[in-house]
């Protein structure tokens, strides 16, 4: 089994420190609509106008009721086979809209800690098609990890082609009737919505298919992993909505299909246009919204081969170069769309907004932030300590100028500064920083601060057999506000409660039941399948199933999603069975008092 953990591989961090050098994403530039300000800075002349909103299709109209299902949808690590990711698990606004979570992809050689490996984001552990846990002969029993690095989706809304190779292009099709076209142009932020959902290394068991994903969320509820869920979607549940009725609101019938899906995603990723930044503001007329190292960085920016590809005001041209981070075979890029050889190795130039947030840059994700990638275009003129594979690399646009030969201030501190500080600060939107509305968004089960919750893991098994099991249990009990870092709580307080457990291997793809018990102030109440509790006298012989299912390797309980104004002390049990008769359950309860 592999440790992949970048943060915690020391190993592979020392065989890394060689090479955690380079450029800050592929340069871009293409000109997004952008909204008139007051008195522009046109700076020299130029036209310039802030970032505008989202281009938006005819066949997908941006509604509200829309927009809030995509939000849901977008932050429910429901959406994946196993519960662990949500397309937002692998999206954080505070991270610019890419990844926090950094692990090692083998890369090329499929051999760890050398010069090829990828800085990826984890997926899911490889599952087969009954949701057993498979030993993938890369990662074993840890999680998959993507093969390129995460891009920012923040303004994918204004490209025609999207991912790092452009494989979705801006025609919409029916995943369900390739013959069917939804949109015809403008649409590929709704083909790439849907790209992953599918993808058995970032969300999905081996075999998933559609008709999965829609049986799955006519059954779940929406959120019930997550805490802290800002205002706009805690209203879109109340009264206990499900997900066939959030798609009636949004549609005007409880159908779900993966075209909804992809255009209620979309939907929402258009709202999230990050033109806020001091820029945008200094652009429109605010002379002091960017400070002077800022604005003097913003002027020698214009003055490299930087903004040739990373042009005003996406900072992005949405085109596709080879800028030498390793030879183009490892990788072949855009290439595999087009069939084109000039395209070997090509890789889409990422927008520079929000670029200050982001600590893995480029698609193979170990350029670590601005000055690195900076470093990485001056090794041609400078000893920064990386290397540029020039075989296939592509000329900078207007100018002739070949990659190898940029210097950015590669002698000038002071310059080099400058444009550093707006790229890092002046380019980023405080509300994306600060995941603030329209970038707000709840707490994943999967990132849930361990010091703020009280909880009991890795409970050993017991059978009602008196024997052992290697079935495993765990619980947890957070304060959705995130303000308890202790295993009291306060009546006041709105409490979420799940369980999680590590099914006995032996039992995996079998049939049989879950069941919950809860222990309060000397009383057994047991959960039935509607999801109430109801008094239980202790005889196993009348313990209601909570739900019927196919065991996988985990299987998550919500116990409570708000248990408030309650208090006293309580243990819960948590227990199941393969229709043998047989209760496999906790051997401690999982506990915690209430005043």
Same mark, same amino acid.
């Given at each position: ?6 943060r915690t591989d020391k190993h592979c961090i020392a065989g890394f420190s060689a090479m955690l050098l380079l450029a800050f994403t592929s340069m871009v530039f293409a000109q997004g ?246 820029? #945008?503001? %200094?652009? !429109? /007329?605010? @002379? *002091? ?6 604005? $003097? ?77 900076? #470093?990485? %275009?001056? !090794? /041609?003129? @400078? *000893? ?6 020039? $075989? ?82 765990? /619980? ?120």
């Amino acid at each position: 089994m592999h440790n992949n953990s970048f943060r915690t591989d020391k190993h592979c961090i020392a065989g890394f420190s060689a090479m955690l050098l380079l450029a800050f994403t592929s340069m871009v530039f293409a000109q997004g609509p952008g909204g008139p300000g007051p008195e522009p800075n046109n700076n020299g002349g130029q036209n310039l106008q802030p970032l505008g909103n989202a281009p938006v299709p005819n066949e997908n109209p941006i509604t509200e009721s829309k927009r809030i299902l995509g939000k849901i949808l977008f932050w429910d690590e429901q959406l994946s086979s196993d519960d662990t990711v949500a397309c937002g698990t692998c999206h954080k606004p505070a991270a610019g809209g890419a990844d926090t979570r950094l692990a090692i992809n083998p890369g090329f050689d499929q051999i760890f800690c050398n010069a090829d490996d990828i800085i990826g984001s984890p997926g899911i552990r490889a599952l087969d098609e009954n949701g057993l846990q498979l030993n993938d002969p890369m990662f074993g029993h840890d999680p998959q990890v993507t093969g390129r690095a995460t891009p920012s989706f923040f303004t994918s809304m204004f490209a025609d082609s999207n991912f790092w190779d452009g494989r979705v292009t801006d025609e919409f099709v029916d995943p369900l009737n390739p013959n069917n076209t939804i949109i015809g142009e403008g649409g590929s932020l709704e083909s790439q919505a849907i790209g992953a959902i599918l993808s058995s290394v970032e969300i999905a068991q081996q075999g998933c298919d559609w008709d999965d994903v829609v049986g799955k969320l006519e059954q779940v509820t929406p959120l019930s992993l997550a805490v802290n869920i800002p205002a706009d979607m805690v209203d879109a549940l109340q009264g206990g909505s499900n997900y066939l009725q959030l798609f009636s609101t949004a549609f005007g019938d409880s159908e779900i299909t993966p075209v909804r899906i992809a255009m209620a995603i979309a939907t929402y990723e258009r709202t999230l246009v990050p033109n806020e930044t001091p820029w #945008d503001l %200094y652009i !429109a /007329g605010d @002379n *002091n919204a960017m400070t002077i190292d800022q604005i $003097q960085g913003w002027e020698l920016f214009n003055d490299t081969p930087c903004a040739n590809c990373h042009e005003p005001p996406l900072f992005s041209d949405n085109n596709f170069r080879n800028i030498g981070l390793r030879p183009a075979e490892e990788d072949l890029g855009q290439f595999e769309v087009s069939g084109q050889n000039n395209d070997r190795g090509d890789f889409k130039t990422p927008s520079l907004r929000n670029v200050g947030l982001r600590s893995a840059m480029m698609h193979v994700g170990w350029i670590t932030d601005v000055s690195d990638a900076i #470093d990485f %275009y001056n !090794a /041609g003129t @400078n *000893n920064t300590g990386h290397v540029q594979f020039t $075989q296939d690399q592509s000329g900078i646009p207007g100018n002739g100028v070949d990659i190898d030969e940029i210097d950015v201030f590669g002698d000038d501190p002071v310059r080099r500064g400058q444009v550093i500080e707006f790229l890092m600060n002046g380019l980023t939107d405080p509300r994306v920083a600060a995941e603030t509305f329209p970038f707000d968004r709840p707490t994943l089960s999967s990132e849930a601060d361990t010091s703020a919750l009280s909880i009991n893991t890795g409970i050993a098994g017991l059978s009602s057999t008196g024997t052992t099991t290697a079935a495993t249990f765990s /619980g947890s009990v957070v304060s959705t506000d995130g303000s308890n870092s202790s295993d009291t709580f306060s009546a006041s307080e709105v409490l979420a409660i799940t369980a999680r457990i590590e099914i006995d291997p032996t039992d995996f793809g079998r049939n049989g039941n879950i069941y919950c018990v809860i222990v309060y102030q000397g009383v057994y109440y047991a959960m039935n399948d509607s999801g109430s509790y109801q008094a239980w006298n202790g005889d196993p012989a009348s313990l209601p199933a909570a739900h019927a299912t196919t065991f996988g390797s985990i299987e998550n309980i919500s116990i409570a999603e708000q248990l408030t104004q309650t208090s006293g002390e309580f243990a819960i049990y948590i227990a199941y069975d393969t229709n043998d008769g047989v209760l496999r359950y906790n051997s401690a309860p999982i506990q915690f008092n209430v005043d």
